[in-house]
């Protein structure tokens, strides 16, 4: 009788296993497709031999798997849970559905310091270490500006939508000074967002800080639960809700900074799939935040895999994110009767 | 265990008291009223005296030991907090709500254990509403939302209960399953303290009372000592009616807010304190003549009272006159009044002598 008490919210062990093995799945047939068509059973080979030392059966399909796309893939895989894991986080955490990771003006930051990187002609790791550094600055000046005692949440979104179209105005500034042949469009598409410039280089970079946050925010993930309640309610279940807040900005701020600084504005991710999921797993961060995390992975290599792959010049990924999620996502809202933040 | 208040003092800003020198204190197994119009304090003092706001002097303490040297997981799992069921997040189901309550006992990087979903479970179960489990706290009601509040606080299992106007906005009926079930927690030990708009409700079930008056001052004491007319007057400026309602039961305390008294009353009124001895005659008239042994049964309880007393049947229109004349304290000889005054049928008027000396006005001492 006693094991008959189930707690709510907690994964099922075949919804755990499908949230680990679907986004491994999904890249890896994400791997074969492209302009060089590779079948599952060729990649695999290609995967053993790499393994085992072998000699590789096709050079060049070695190279487009595992110095092109792999790096790419796991790109996706990072920038789509990073993103789609800080959204999830800042819609409780400022218990407003219309959150998204740049809520704190992290990406506009980002944004203004890739743009000037590209301005300065600086090199594409440079380009990634002035966005990381900007978006850092946004936060903490949206936070200055914004927090205090006494203030409530609300105040810090308020002055993250300042601060946000402060550096939105810088970066048009940037590109009213940039060179209309070279550098405004360099910096325009970087703005669109494009995961093409992927390698193992800037992954080195840009891969720690959203590792840490994801697993950060999933240790934390009961805890999380605690953010939408109020003030008083909150503070009187014990626990350091302030300290609680901060980790969770700081989180969700290094993994949007790192994700904006290696492949641009990617809109939408942040906030399209931690509803879909809401509307699926409910409110509870047990399920919410795995959730989130793997099909924020799955549909980002979803979007990126038709962005490189539909027509010969890829499409920026934050075009196509828009026109798959939006209509995606008002379907499920219809069917599901909405939802409740 | 005993949580207490000494000379608590606060206000939100410099040189404004909205409480002054507030104490109070509540053992084992005390329920506890806190009283008072909107706008006095109530909440700030709940949140005062729980830490959330710091007292500018004073200090709140659990078994004398001050609270702010309590670190926060250890006091919140001794006190637990209901807040006002209209400021509650409504995203959660109600067991995923209740298990909440479980936080102070959790790790931090923890999840909950099979012993925690449990506890959640058997709290639910015993306030009757694990039928709620599954359900969105957005869609169930507002009574079933307050027991879903109160269970997340029992499920830390706490020694003390801190509610935030835990019946308002409720009908009769979830009313009374709120206050039963904190008359029930306490009988059981548990201290519950909890903010009121309902003298009422303090009478029929705290054990003491904290009535806060708009001033910043307030009185704390046994609920029948610290809720009376006088006290109402003071703290709400209403008068009101305290009387007894007869059930076949038992008899419970009622409170009638009859009218507002006009600003500045205490001036030239010299009823500030119930407890001045006062001469007063009450006339009652009747038709019914089955309720004269009611009157006199009533009569009887405060014979004390009765210097002497009139009694004259006029047949002819079937009305019972009853005349009685009285020296007694002023508190003593409205709560006769209101207690005719409650019976069917019984029409009572209560004359007070006029005063020759000058009015006195009766301040509650203050501790200096």
């Given at each position: ?15 755990l ?56 893939i ?8 990073g ?23 992290v ?5 203004f ?24 600055a ?40 940039a ?5 405004l469009p ?38 999380l639960n ?7 309610e ?14 969770v ?19 939408w ?73 | ?53 710091k ?12 609270i ?13 907090y ?5 400021n ?10 209740v ?33 709620l ?9 507002g ?5 879903v ?15 935030d ?102 001036e030239n009124?010299?009823a ?18 089955g ?33 009685v ?9 409205q ?19 006029k ?14």
């Open positions: 009788m006693r094991a008959a008490v189930k707690q709510q919210g907690k994964l099922s062990f075949g919804w296993v499908l949230l680990f093995v679907l986004p491994v799945a999904v890249g890896f047939v994400a791997l074969g497709i492209g302009r060089i068509w590779i079948t599952p059973s060729d990649i695999f080979a290609s995967l053993v031999t790499k393994l085992s030392g072998g000699e590789a059966v096709s050079a060049q399909n070695d190279m487009v798997l595992w110095n092109i796309r792999l790096p790419r796991l790109l996706d895989m990072l920038v789509g849970a993103l789609s894991g800080a959204g999830c986080a800042y819609q409780s955490l400022f218990a407003n559905p219309l959150a998204t990771p740049d809520t704190l003006g990406a506009s930051g980002a944004s310091g890739a743009a000037l990187g590209i301005l300065m002609g600086m090199s594409l790791l440079g380009i990634q270490g002035t966005a990381l550094v900007f978006g850092g946004a936060v903490l000046l949206t936070w200055l500006a914004g927090a205090g005692k006494g203030r409530g949440l609300n105040t810090i979104v308020l002055s993250g939508i300042m601060i946000g179209s402060l550096f939105s105005a810088l970066v048009s500034l940037v590109k009213y000074t060179d209309t042949e070279s550098e360099a910096i325009t598409y970087w703005l669109m967002g494009s995961l093409d410039s992927a390698n193992f280089g800037s992954l080195k970079l840009g891969a720690p800080p959203i590792l840490i946050g994801l697993i950060l925010l999933l240790a934390l993930r009961w805890r605690l953010l939408p309640l109020s003030e008083d909150a503070r009187s279940s014990g626990v350091n809700v302030r300290a609680l807040r901060v980790v900005i700081i989180c969700a701020t290094m993994m949007t900074a790192s994700c904006v600084s290696m492949c641009g504005q990617v809109g991710v942040g906030l399209l799939v931690p509803h879909i999921c809401r509307m699926k797993f409910g409110n509870n961060h047990l399920s919410l935040m795995p959730a989130s995390i793997s099909l924020g992975a799955v549909f980002m290599i979803l979007v990126d895999t038709l962005a490189r792959s539909v027509t010969a010049a890829e499409i920026p990924v934050s075009i196509l994110t828009a026109i798959i999620g939006a209509p995606f996502f008002i379907i499920l809202m219809r069917r599901s009767g909405g939802w409740s933040l | 265990m005993k949580i207490a208040v000494e000379n608590g003092c606060f206000g939100y800003k410099k040189g404004e008291q909205l409480l002054q020198n507030v104490s109070l204190e509540a053992t084992d197994g005390e329920l506890v009223a806190i009283l008072g119009p909107n706008g006095a304090g109530k909440t700030t003092m709940l949140r005062c005296m729980m830490g959330f706001l007292w500018k002097d004073g200090r709140s303490s659990i078994d004398g030991k001050d702010r040297n309590i670190p926060p997981r250890e006091l919140w799992r001794t006190i637990a209901v807040p006002q069921a209209k509650a997040s409504a995203a959660y189901t109600a067991g995923e709500m298990l909440l309550g479980r936080s102070s006992r959790i790790g931090i990087f923890s999840q909950p254990k099979q012993e925690d979903v449990e506890k959640a479970d058997e709290v639910m179960e015993r306030l009757g509403i694990l039928h489990k599954e359900k969105k706290c957005s869609e169930i009601s009574g079933e939302l307050q027991m509040l109160i269970a997340r606080a029992l499920a830390s299992q706490p020694r003390i209960l801190v509610l106007e835990p019946e308002s906005n409720l009908d009769f009926k979830n009313q009374l399953i709120v206050l039963e079930t904190l008359s029930r927690l306490a009988s059981e030990g548990m201290i519950c303290l909890f903010n009121t708009h309902y003298p009422a409700h303090a009478l029929q079930r705290a054990g003491k009372s904290f009535l806060l008056c708009k001033d910043g001052s307030s009185i704390f004491g046994p609920t029948r000592e610290v809720v009376t007319e006088a006290n109402i007057r003071r703290a709400f400026g209403v008068r009101a009616v305290i009387g007894d309602v007869e059930t076949p039961e038992n008899i419970l305390r009622s409170v009638l807010p009859v009218e507002i008294v006009p600003e500045g009353w205490k009124e010299s500030a304190d119930g407890s001045i001895r006062r001469i007063a005659s009450i006339t009652i008239l009747t038709k019914d003549y309720m004269a042994g009611k009157i006199n049964e009533i009569l009887h309880r405060y014979s004390e009272l009765v210097i002497g007393r009139m009694g004259m049947p006029y047949k002819k229109a079937g009305v019972f006159f009853i005349s004349a009285l020296d007694g304290t002023e508190s003593e000889i709560a006769l009044g209101d207690a005719l005054g409650l019976l069917p049928g019984v029409s009572v008027k209560t004359v007070f002598a005063e020759e000396k000058g009015t006195e006005i009766h301040e509650q001492p203050r501790t200096d």
